[in-house]
């Protein structure tokens, strides 16, 4: 008997993910001895499986017969596993069959990665090598990104050193582009960039709020004053570095977007991203061409122009895949054309559910950073649709900044927008909150992570700790034709529905 209901078991899987009708299997177990198994399969208006099974044993005069019959729905049988960044690991996660897993083609990583910087370096894109470029007497400011981003500090900047290396580590000023966010800690620095360089070069944090340390370089057309970090605009030669991804206002990052917010002064910043910069239809994941995000960057950059570009291109694990050194515009172009072959990804519809990641840490490592996962999976979420966005968040909210407030300010996100939307209005971080807004003003969104659910909440979002329990329940909402959709690497990639604009 127990034979029996084993192989009944392992049958019916089968059967159901084939989607068979009718079977009728004979097996001969011996002379005059044969085991039979009869399954009719039939799938009811609701959408579950009526399973008819019978199961007979003959052998010599004498013949057991068992019949079974069940309704079982065959998304429960049939399971398919996803596993999605979180923090510095995986999760696992179990999600119904037909369940489509959208990832950007995750290219290798470089065989010697140094030597193709090296490389990068001396035959650069637009520009004489970076060594000809640099006389031992300059003054020289290598901007990096802060610790929000996964750029491979602790590799470039080593690398940038040596290759300069006619130049005195004391000429040298390391700037971290923090834009608004928080200064890092010493300890963060050596994490970024090894004890070696944070011992013997001087490294700082960028203050957007402080005058004193920023210089008025222009006008912008946009309508504000422009001020740069003054340490980069007194440097005699000025490199910035950073990786290039898909961004979801900024079409990608790197390039201008390392000086424009990254070491801009508060003003600037706020100009660049108001609510019609942030709001303009053109201002979003992939698009360079008439992004007034991208307009506005390189219209700062122009006034005071890095004079070299270091990015890199990085995979799943976060090893560099691709270096697009020279001419900022230039070199930055290039690398977004890498980056937009093998990240955007097309779909034929939109899904009932999008389950997606915030490419785990570093950019998962708070509910502010963890908007852009949801802003890549509403590409493809239908309107009234749910997103569960899966990001550790073990930064918290964060506890720094305005974000948290201005969430606070009023009680649904439509008011959220109205609010930010009045030109009176004017604080930093209320971009990240009116990305979120206008997400959750389409699709309802469930967070899982380290977030106490009161946190969850008071960000108008929903709290999960069992995705597969939360994907049953939406299937009670959805319907067993529930379609859902799967984002392992969140904003990493650039998923998008055919035929809309």
Request: hydrophobic fraction near 40%; glycine fraction near 6%; charged fraction near 20%.
């Amino acid at each position: 008997m127990r034979y029996l209901r084993q192989s009944r078991r392992n049958f019916l899987y089968c059967s159901a993910y084939a989607q068979i009708r009718v079977v009728s299997l004979h097996f001969l177990l011996a002379k005059n001895m044969y085991f039979s198994l009869d399954v009719n399969i039939d799938r009811g208006k609701s959408g579950a499986y009526n399973f008819d099974v019978k199961a007979t044993w003959s052998g010599f005069e004498s013949v057991f017969y068992l019949g079974w019959n069940t309704e079982l729905n065959a998304k429960e049988v049939m399971k398919v596993q996803a596993s999605l960044l979180y923090g510095k690991q995986e999760l696992a996660v179990e999600v119904p069959n037909g369940s489509v897993i959208i990832e950007p083609k995750d290219l290798a990583s470089l065989e010697n990665d140094k030597e193709a910087v090296q490389q990068a370096l001396r035959h650069p894109i637009g520009t004489p090598a970076l060594r000809e470029m640099v006389k031992s007497t300059d003054k020289v400011a290598i901007v990096i990104s802060d610790i929000t981003r996964p750029t491979p500090n602790h590799k470039l900047v080593p690398w940038l050193l040596e290759e300069l290396s006619h130049v005195p580590l004391e000429n040298f000023v390391i700037i971290n582009g923090t834009g608004t966010h928080r200064d890092q800690t010493r300890e963060e620095f050596v994490q970024m960039l090894g004890d070696e360089v944070v011992d013997k070069v001087n490294v700082i944090n960028h203050h957007c709020h402080n005058k004193d340390e920023l210089v008025n370089v222009g006008r912008s057309r946009f309508g504000c004053d422009v001020y740069l970090n003054k340490a980069y605009v007194e440097a005699d030669f000025r490199i910035v570095t950073g990786f290039i991804e898909p961004h979801f206002f900024a079409g990608f990052s790197g390039g201008p977007k390392g000086i424009m917010p990254g070491i801009a002064g508060i003003e600037t910043i706020l100009t660049f991203h108001n609510a019609r910069m942030i709001g303009n239809p053109l201002s979003t994941w992939g698009n360079m061409v008439n992004n007034p995000l991208q307009e506005m960057a390189g219209e700062v950059n122009r006034m005071c122009k890095p004079d070299f570009l270091l990015n890199v291109t990085l995979n799943k694990s976060k090893e560099i895949t691709g270096v697009f050194a020279g001419e900022l515009f230039e070199a930055h172009r290039l690398g977004c054309e890498f980056t937009r072959h093998h990240s955007m990804i097309p779909v034929e519809h939109r899904f009932d559910v999008v389950l997606t990641s915030n490419s785990g840490y570093p950019l998962d490592q708070n509910l502010y950073q963890a908007v852009k996962g949801m802003s890549a999976a509403q590409k493809i979420v239908k309107h009234g649709g749910t997103i569960i966005s899966v990001s550790e968040c073990s930064d918290g909210i964060p506890n720094h900044g305005n974000y948290a407030q201005i969430l606070q300010m009023r009680k649904t996100p439509a008011e959220i927008l109205d609010l930010i939307n009045d030109p009176s209005f004017q604080e930093f971080d209320q971009w990240q909150v009116q990305k979120q807004a206008v997400i959750q003003v389409w699709a309802d969104v469930y967070v899982y992570s380290s977030l106490p659910d009161e946190d969850v909440c008071k960000a108008m979002l929903r709290p999960t700790h069992d995705i597969e329990k939360t994907l049953r329940e939406l299937e009670q909402k959805y319907g067993p034709e529930m379609s859902v959709a799967v984002l392992p690497l969140g904003p990493l990639t650039i998923p998008y529905v055919k035929g809309e604009s």
